[in-house]
């Protein structure tokens, strides 16, 4: 993991005391609120429907038993007993007092964390496939890659005010397990010709505007990333739109000027500008590697305890995957409890999990862009020990990749944004297909919900989306079909008009009804009967059972 | 601020600056219970916001808006009904 160096713990000290001397700046009255607001923003305070809301950034997803204890101890103390994991590898606060927030973050400072990066035109908090450095597949691990970035990127004085946010993905192997394609940059490592380096996507995005990333360039050597990256936010800087927010991310510039142009100005910017200062030599980047080594694992023989205990069977089924190490594996654990906002840990299982850690999985913690965490190095031979510790903080729900797994943003009860509630769609889901086989004779299938079009919850590339909507007054739900956000990545499309939040569980019986008549066996997952049959199939079956219903 | 508004009555509210608190506005000041709140005329408004631009000003209150209330005097949104009564949800 990633340790500060003393500069890093300087910069991070100075910048609480900063944002201290604002926040009392702004009480005397010194400081407007027009004069405050982009100040707390960059200190990642929003203000919600009910209260303050801090985002705190957990780079490329990484936590540290000493951090998870650290965020518990601020959700008790300064918050409501309990965060929220956002779908950027983020955690959120969501009642923080404005006099409080120096202290938070100078207790985060603490444990080598901040808010720096989670909000605002800037280049935001870099985010990583929550298995890198764990799978036999990978090219590199893209963790030290996302962590030369952020050092490049972090306070870079051209680029803290762009056109509109920026936001980065790095992943190491062929799956895309970081959404990556749906990113204003999206960096993937490959290997040509015993070389490895980049294959880079720009002006991917979800919002109002959904947009698949497209391909800037093929391959490029590692040591110029920084250069390349310089060029690609030149360019934007230069020519995105700031007349319009709406029309200020880079997707629209990429598909205004069409990717055959924007790449000319990126390499003309590349050949004009790139310098050797940019360029990253072997000795740094092998001094970042050193910070991502994996622990003392010894490859072994050890066996996962098969027990007769259907729970703890189909918990190992669905939420534990082998690691590359022969004799662990890695463990997935689903904040996906029935009838619980997902997402949303409390305090209490977040100490209970900084412990479980030290015992199982050398204090590492990772968070994914699915809402749910995992514990990366676990000895076969203690799985059933683990399970039985988190089966009793409600943290062994086995359902990862299946459909009670939703993401889902905070919706109409938290933000001041919403057109409608999102989360009490996903508690009905959860309750309704909450039966194990159930949910494993669907397969997998993600259902992705925002409470509105900015789609924070991923809804243009859930399997099933779920768009709330407010329609005269009363929440709508709208209906996406055969979105990804994977290596494969497509943005949905709408099935017909919304549905009443009573309706919208039968409109999704109708539509696995579907899935289930077009199923040919048992890997023949929604995603892929989708795209055989297409959306008119499902859109006859809905809506025809709907006017015969009424 | 009031650009937009529907209905007859309304109440106003805020966030409380230090706390990021829901307010609304009564006659003895800013309260968290919306029951003691004034109730604002559509020929009021313009006063009131006055007095919430003062207060902004006082550094009391941030993000002042009014809540529409429909003819039985309730609260009209879902947004403001969250906004009052909290998250609908069990945490
Ligand atoms: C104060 C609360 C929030 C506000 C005001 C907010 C606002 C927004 C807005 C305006 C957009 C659209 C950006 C655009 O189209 O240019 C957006 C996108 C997004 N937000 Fe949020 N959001 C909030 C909370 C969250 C939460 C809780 C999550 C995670 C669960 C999240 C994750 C995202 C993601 C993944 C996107 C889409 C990616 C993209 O930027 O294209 N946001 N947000
Ligand atoms: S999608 Fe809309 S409702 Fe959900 S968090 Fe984002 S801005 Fe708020």
């Not at chain 1, 890997?523 to 049959?533: A, E, G, K, M, P």
């Amino acid at each position: 993991m990633y340790k500060y160096s003393d500069i890093d713990k300087k910069i991070i000290a100075s910048r609480v005391k900063q944002f201290e001397n604002q926040v009392n700046r702004r009480i005397e009255g010194r400081l407007t609120e027009e004069e405050f607001k982009p100040l707390r923003l960059m200190n990642g305070l929003y203000l919600q429907l009910h209260a303050y809301m801090l985002r705190i950034a957990i780079p490329y997803g990484e936590l540290s038993s000493k951090q998870l204890r650290k965020i518990a101890f601020i959700a008790d103390k300064y918050d409501r007993g309990y965060g929220h994991f956002t779908t950027r590898q983020n955690i959120q606060f969501n009642w923080p007092k404005l006099l409080e927030v120096p202290e938070i973050l100078r207790e985060l400072s603490s444990v080598e964390m901040h808010a720096i990066q989670t909000s605002g035109n800037c280049i935001r908090n870099i985010s990583s496939d929550h298995l890198a450095g764990l799978t036999l597949n990978e090219i590199e691990d893209p963790r030290p890659w996302c962590e030369i970035i952020r050092k490049w990127s972090t306070f870079h004085p051209e680029f803290s005010f762009l056109p509109r946010k920026f936001k980065i993905a790095v992943i190491g192997c062929t799956e895309d397990r970081a959404a990556m394609l749906v990113h204003d940059i999206g960096l993937r490592i490959i290997k040509r010709k015993n070389q490895v380096g980049f294959e880079i996507f720009v002006g991917g995005g979800q919002g109002r505007t959904p947009i698949i990333g497209k391909k800037i360039r093929d391959f490029l050597p590692k040591k110029d990333i920084l250069n390349y990256l310089e060029a690609i936010l030149t360019t934007y800087n230069q020519e995105g739109r700031r007349d319009n927010i709406y029309k200020a991310r880079i997707k629209i510039l990429v598909r205004e000027l069409g990717i055959e142009k924007f790449r000319s100005l990126v390499e003309e910017n590349f050949s004009k500008l790139s310098n050797k200062e940019l360029e990253i030599d072997d000795k740094s980047i092998e001094e970042i590697f050193g910070f991502f080594r994996l622990p003392p694992l010894k490859p072994n023989t050890n066996q996962i305890p098969s027990k007769n205990n259907h729970e703890y069977q189909n918990w190992i089924k669905q939420n534990v995957i082998p690691h590359k190490i022969q004799g662990y594996s890695i463990v997935q654990i689903s904040l996906k409890a029935p009838k619980k906002p997902p997402g949303d840990a409390t305090s209490n299982q977040m100490i209970a999990l900084a412990e479980i850690s030290e015992k199982f999985s050398f204090s590492e913690i990772r968070v994914t862009h699915e809402q749910n965490l995992v514990l990366p190095h676990v000895s076969n031979d203690e799985l059933f020990n683990l399970w039985n510790q988190l089966k009793i903080q409600n943290l062994a729900t086995p359902n990862l990749g299946l459909i009670t797994d939703t993401i889902c943003c905070p919706g109409m009860d938290y933000c001041a944004l919403a057109t409608a509630r999102s989360i009490p769609i996903s508690q009905k889901i959860s309750s309704h297909f909450n039966n194990y086989l159930k949910q494993k004779e669907i397969g997998d299938l993600k259902i992705k919900i925002s409470g509105c079009i900015n789609a924070c919850g991923h809804h243009h590339v859930g399997n099933i989306g779920i768009l709330g909507l407010d329609r005269k007054g009363q929440e709508s739900y709208q209906i996406t079909l055969g979105g990804s956000a994977k290596e494969d990545a497509a943005i949905g499309e709408i099935v017909g008009p919304s549905f009443s939040e009573n309706d919208l569980i039968d409109a999704i019986e109708k539509i696995l009804d579907t899935y289930k008549k077009h199923k040919r066996n048992k890997s023949d997952d929604f995603l892929s009967v989708f795209r055989r049959i297409g959306i008119k199939e499902f859109k006859k079956d809905l809506y025809d059972n709907f006017t015969k219903k009424a | 601020m009031a650009k937009k508004l529907q209905g007859e009555t309304f109440l106003l509210s805020a966030n409380e600056l230090r706390s990021g608190k829901v307010v609304f506005f009564t006659s003895t000041g800013w309260s968290s219970s919306s029951s003691e709140a004034i109730k604002i005329k559509v020929d009021e408004i313009e006063k009131y916001e006055e007095i919430s631009i003062k207060e902004e000003k006082k550094c009391i209150i941030i993000s002042p808006k009014f809540v529409e209330l429909d003819e039985a005097g309730n609260i009209r949104t879902l947004r403001d009904k969250i906004r009052n009564s909290g998250i609908t949800i069990k945490i």
